[in-house]
Each structure stands twice: as structure tokens, then as C-alpha cells.
């Protein structure tokens, strides 16, 4: 039977059953609630990896740019050697690892340093001169290709600096240098050698390339001046006299008979020659007392 009164249905259930409230029958306060999806659709999927994905490389992005702005922070902002003149106070290097060293002595025109020992990939070049570019190209490309991952562990390693050139001379290298590049005896050959991250010590990865080597070169003493500018062969001529000449009056160190001069390059090819940091280096020994 059904009932169009309801108000008596109200006061029916309020007689049978007392804790049931009273239930207003208003049709425009009754609403209906949705059933979730038990998926979502293949549009709402692509959309959804595309925010994941683009999420992603935003994180990528930034970490590769922190990277890149650490990385130019080397250059953009350079250290600064102790300066003895106007020229060396124009001068900076990039901030990246060199070669421990320690001062002995300060002149006008030269310091004596003491190098502590490193270890080196080194390769022979072709060419007559220190700063022959074809010749240093191939090899520099060579040992970069060692130092960025062409080893036995595909192990990615620091740049260090300077880049130094042996002009002539034998087996010894006594610079304490990222690269460096010397003359073999009564050969058109040199050799340029990569000095290596101290980190590492004797545990260098194997070079995949035959023609690099690995070795350690042992702590030596050297008297080094420096000057801005492009190196060219000339000017380190000119540099060197200067050095051994004033290197006659030291007082305690004398130059090692058969040295032979190293100039070291701080600094990439964008540097503005006046904020260039070079050095000529020699080798050298106490006086007898």
C-alpha cells in the first residue's frame, strides 16, 4: 500500500523504532555522490609522465648548471699569486689544483720553491719547437682523451694547471707542472706530460692508449720567475737569461749544471694577455758552505 502522507510515515518510525531521527523527505537538499574511477584514462597517463618527465630534467638542468657555474667560477674568479711587482699583481690563475710547493726564498726578479713529489702521464710529440701547435695539439688531445676517461676504469679526472714546456734537456723534469712538455736529447721530439690529480697517488688508472705513460717524478728544487703576456719562443730565451744572470748573485742556491729551462702556462686561451700568468723555471741546488 503506499502511503502519500509523509508526515505519517515519520511518525511511524518515530513509534517503532526511537533511535531512528526523523528523516525530512526535501528532494532539493538530496544529492548524489559520485563513484571514483577505477582508472585513469590514457590521455591523463601521457599527460601525467610528460609533468614526471619534464620534472626530472628540470632537476637535471639545475644541477647540470650548479655544475657549470662551479666550473666557471674557476676562471670567472681566480686566485691570485703574492705579487713582487705591478705585473705580477695584474696576474691570476684559474682555481684548480696545482702542484704543492713550498717558498723558500723571495728576490726581485725570482723565487726559489721546493716541489713535492707527483705523478705524471707524459707522451712524446713531434716538433722542433716547445710550442709547436700542431705537434702539442695531438698530444695534448692524446693525454686529455687518458685524463677524461680513455683508461682501464673510464674514470673522469681533474684538470689541474699549469701547462709547462720543457725546452731541452734529458730524462730529468724537475717542475712541478699539470702538463709538461719536453725535448728528448738529439731528437725533433718532445715530451708533454699531464700532471695528475694528487688524490689518486700511485693509484692511476692504466692508460687504454699505448703511447701514454705513467710515472712518478720525485720533489725537486727550482728558481721560477714569472711574466705575463703570450709565451712566445723568443721571449723565453729572453726570460731565461735574465733568470740565470740574476740567479749568479743568490746567496744560498746556484743553478744545477745542465738545467734546463720549463715555462709554465696557467692560464686558457681566452685570458687577456695582461692577466696571464707564465713562469720560467730552473733548476737548482744549495751551495757548498
Known sequence: MLLSNPSMVTQSLAITSPNIKPMVADRSKITSTPQRRSSMSASEARFSLIVALATQTSSLSQRLLMDLATETAKYVLPRRFEARNLEEALMSVPDLETVKFTVLSRRDQYEIRKVEPYFIAETTMPGKYGFDFNGASQSFNILAEYLFGKNTTKERMEMTTPVLTRKSGGERMEMTTPVITRKLEDEDKWQMSFVMPS??????????????????????????????????????????????????????????????????????????????RNEVALEVERKSE
Not at 733568470?243 to 749568479?248: F, G, I, V
Not at 743553478?255 to 696571464?276: D, H, I, K, M
Open 199 to 276: 688524490k689518486y697517488g700511485s693509484n692511476l688508472p692504466l692508460p687504454k692508449d699505448p703511447s701514454v705513460r705513467i710515472r712518478e717524478v720525485p720533489s725537486k728544487i727550482v728558481a721560477v720567475a714569472a711574466f705575463s703576456g703570450f709565451v712566445t719562443d723568443e721571449e723565453v730565451t729572453r726570460r731565461e737569461s735574465i733568470l740565470r744572470d740574476a740567479l749568479k748573485n743568490d746567496p744560498q742556491f746556484q743553478v744545477n749544471e745542465g738545467a734546463s729551462v720549463e715555462v709554465a702556462q696557467y692560464n686558457p686561451p681566452f685570458a687577456l694577455p695582461f692577466t696571464r
